[in-house]
Each structure stands twice: as structure tokens, then as C-alpha cells.
């Protein structure tokens, strides 16, 4: 039986989904999937676990074949691990495709994509050099040239997404209603404003939608209340 046809079957009882992660206020993939789901009101189990100053998360091992966050057990499935985010994603779709996990409309759909396939891929410098830290008070930071042609790129999708009749039309976010490629973009937006990066009207209309979600302000009160500290993560 394919595995929609399975995941329809199963919506009558609800899969027993455990979503791994690490530090709220540290971890962007873990964020992305977690903010998606709680976005989306898709009831899962939290397991946060602690990350070591190089970046690692040695409670992975022997959850997730690459040790890393975030990860996806869907224990009503005998367990199915799923380890990648964009994977996590388009799995959440299969188990609840009237959710809005993608946009509504193949060429919405089409677009959500390839902007998370950008992201997934790409924004290296930015990501490299202003790693998400929540709890950083907004300070400018001294960047490459990478990083500025990143923030130009992201200024761009911001702005390009959010005067769309589409956004306009039909929602505050990317596509409109809330979606996956919000989740993605969320961590990216974030790491603009920590280190006063842009001032872009776009950038700050799209965080003034993550902050209306009451998923985003769970988080970011959570990240508040972290102690731990990454060292490597705390640039100035």
C-alpha cells in the first residue's frame, strides 16, 4: 500500500511522533522542523537533548544514522526514522495533507520548494559566519562580502514573496498561510535582525508575522530560558 494511502488510514489514530532537537536557543534546524509542527498544530513528543561545544549531540547516536538534529521517530510506523528536514517536512505532508504543510496550489507549491531547496543548500556564509543565537542582544557584527551578497539574496526573496498578490491576498507569510518554507526562512530572519544585518521593510514585516504565532513565541521564550552556552556560537 503506498504510504499516503497508509498515512490517511492512520489519521484516524493519531502516529505517536517523537521530534528530537537541541538547544532552542542555538539550533536552527531543530527549530525549523519544531516550528512547523507545533505551527501546524501536529501533536508530537519533544525530546531536547544537550549539544557539546564542537556542535555535536551524542544522544543522537543510535537514534539518527547521522547523529544529528533534528530527527523524526514516528513510533506508529514500528519506529520510521526520519533525519533530514526537508524529509521531515514532506513526510508531515504525507501523514496530514490537508494541513498546509506546502501551499495549496501547484505553482505556490513549486515555489516553497525551491526556496527551501535554496535554503537547505545555501546561505552558507551567512550561517557560517552569524550563527542563530536568540539570546545575543542586536549588535552589529563585521561580515564578508559572502555574508552581505547571502543578506541581498534573502532581501530579495523577502521582498519578492511578501508584494506578491498572492502573500497579499491571502496572508501575512511567504506563500500567504503559513508553511513550510516559513519554517525554513525563520532562522534566517532571525540571524538579520540579531546582527542588524538589513533594514529591509520585508525582513521586518516577515519577522512581525513569526512573532504573531503563538509556535514562535513558545520557542523564543524557551530560548530565554536556556543556561547553556556554545561557545563557537557566541560571536561578537
Known sequence: ???SLIARNLMTTQPDLTLYIT??????WSLRAWLLMRALEIPFTEKLLEMTDDGHVPGMVGISPT?????LVDHGMGGL??????AIAEYLDELHPDLGVWPEHVADRATARALVAEMHGGFSALRGECPMNLRRAPAPLAVSDDVRRDVARAEAIFDSCLTSTKSQSDGLFLMGQFSAVDAFYAPLATRLVTYQLSDHPAVAAFMAALESLP???EWHAAAMREMAIIAADEVD
Open 67 to 71: 547523529a544529528k538534529v533534528p530527527c
Open 23 to 28: 538547544y532552542k536557543n542555538y539550533s536552527s
Open 81 to 86: 526514522t526520519v533525519w533530514e528536514t526537508v
Open 215 to 217: 509556535a514562535w513565541q
Open 1 to 3: 500500500m503506498p504510504l
